[in-house]
T-cell receptor
Framework: KNQVEQSPQSLIILEGKNCTLQ??????????LRWYKQDTGRGPVSLTIMTFSENTKSNGRYTATLDADTKQSSLHITASQLSDSASYIC????????????FGSGTRLLVRP | ETGVTQTPRHLVMGMTNKKSLKCEQH?????MYWYKQSAKKPLELMFVYNFKEQTENNSVPSRFSPECPNSSHLFLHLHTLQPEDSALYLC???????????????FGPGTRLTVT
């Protein structure tokens, strides 16, 4: 069964610290992997999209990595800010259908002052 | 905001009611989506419309009925819902290019639905 597993489920860090969120997937065939940020009460907003041939992509203080061999991805947040408090969702696209998105359950991040 | 709007933002309805959720995208996209997000569960794709034609119905019960009158508007008609249908319903849109490049999905803020 195609699945996307994220860890940890929740995380609390102090403002200014770095953190790394993990995503493991079993989706096959694989097309691309996305990271979304979802603030409470809002829709998800895309942070990065990576295809099979890409192993790292940055968006400001967010850096995503992808290891297609081990089927793992990570999202690294540098110098965290209070506004980074949100759920971070890993999403894998199955096959060549760009709308068959398999969503992870997300990691809830809380950044404290 | 993202250019995708949804109304209402909150809805409480009884199991015998009929209501509709509305989504509008102002991005000129050609594909629209309905998702369901239940508490502590991953987002679930419900319906996909590509150029106003439904191309995906992800085994959704018939008490959910989508309608896409044009490429900018998407509705989700609700009738005789169950309490377990309470969730955040998200609409999204994207521009399908017909190439292998992944198309970005832009989400609306969602409608928080409570079925009593």
């Amino acid at each position: 069964k195609n699945q996307v597993e994220q860890s940890p489920q929740s995380l609390i860090i102090l403002e200014g610290k770095n953190c790394t969120l993990q995503c493991n997937y079993t989706v096959s065939p694989f097309s691309n992997l996305r990271w979304y940020k979802q603030d409470t009460g809002r829709g998800p907003v895309s942070l990065t999209i990576m295809t099979f041939s890409e192993n790292t992509k940055s968006n400001g203080r967010y850096t995503a990595t992808l290891d297609a061999d081990t089927k793992q991805s990570s999202l690294h947040i540098t110098a965290s800010q209070l506004s980074d408090s949100a759920s971070y969702i890993c999403v894998v696209t199955e096959g060549d259908s760009s709308y068959k998105l398999i969503f992870g359950s997300g990691t809830r991040l809380l950044v404290r002052p | 905001e993202t250019g995708v709007t949804q109304t209402p933002r909150h809805l409480v309805m009884g199991m015998t009611n009929k209501k509709s959720l509305k989504c509008e995208q102002h991005l000129g996209h050609n594909a629209m989506y309905w998702y369901k997000q239940s508490a502590k569960k991953p987002l679930e794709l419900m319906f996909v419309y590509n150029f106003k034609e439904q191309t995906e119905n992800n085994s959704v019960p018939s008490r959910f009925s989508p309608e896409c009158p044009n490429s900018s508007h998407l509705f989700l008609h609700l009738h005789t819902l169950q309490p377990e249908d309470s969730a955040l319903y998200l609409c999204a849109s994207s521009q399908k290019t017909g190439t292998s490049n992944p198309d970005e999905q832009y989400f609306g803020p969602g409608t928080r639905l409570t079925v009593t």
